[in-house]
T-cell receptor, first 111, second 114 residues
């Protein structure tokens, strides 16, 4: 298995632009998670899905952030409009039971 | 809600020396406990987990951890570290009843010195 796939690996954008991060979970996993990692706040859970349905989005920082999972093999995290404080590494992870498998992350820089 | 405290942000240790990375948690319910490792520019990968049973858990790469319920601790140990163990280590906890929502600690950077 290829593992969790994220794209792009790096994204540099200007403040105010829309950013879309993409994730393909491991086949057969029924949970998908989006995390944000920063030096100041560590690893934060933003949202997670079960069988494509959002279960808990209490970690989404504000309305500028939205996430979708239209099918079992694809999810997006969108930021619109982006701000410099959104600069971070965003991880997608998937799981079937207790172990989460992380993707390589997308490093987002908003200038 | 659960929380995790990793007491050391950085731990330098000489190669072949033993190491202990400390982790304490708080929770009002029974928990699952995890240690993940993150190598530079990579995602996290699971080192070991405690779900139930024996309190001494062995993981990959020679690491082990011991669950101590009375002290609410789950410290990670390795008897002899290698240069390749240089990485960031995250302790994590979840509610055993709702185990999918995992809370991660802030991380401990292990620096192995040749």
């Amino acid at each position: 298995d290829a593992g969790v796939i994220q794209s792009p690996r790096h994204e540099v954008t200007e403040m105010g632009q829309e950013v879309t991060l993409r994730c393909k979970p491991i086949s057969g996993h029924d949970y998908l998670f989006w995390y944000r990692q920063t030096m100041m706040r560590g690893l934060e859970l933003l949202i997670y899905f079960n069988n494509n349905v959002p279960i808990d989005d209490s970690g989404m920082p504000e309305d500028r952030f939205s996430a979708k999972m239209p099918n079992a093999s694809f999810s997006t995290l969108k930021i619109q409009p982006s701000e410099p404080r959104d600069s971070a590494v965003y991880f997608c992870a998937s799981s079937q039971q207790t172990q989460q498998y992380f993707g390589p992350g997308t490093r987002l820089t908003v200038t | 809600a659960q929380s995790v405290t990793q007491l050391d942000s950085q731990v330098p240790v000489f190669e072949e020396a033993p190491v202990e990375l400390r982790c304490n948690y708080s929770s009002s319910v029974s928990v699952y406990l995890f240690w993940y490792v993150q190598y530079p520019n990579q995602g996290l990968q699971l080192l070991l987990k405690y779900l139930s049973g024996s309190t001494l858990v062995k993981g990959i790469n020679g690491f082990e951890a011991e669950f101590n319920k009375s002290q609410t601790s789950f410290h990670l140990r390795k008897p002899s570290v290698h240069i390749s163990d240089t990485a960031e280590y995250f302790c994590a906890v979840s509610d055993s009843g709702g185990y999918q929502k995992v809370t991660f600690g802030i991380g401990t950077k292990l620096q192995v010195i040749p």
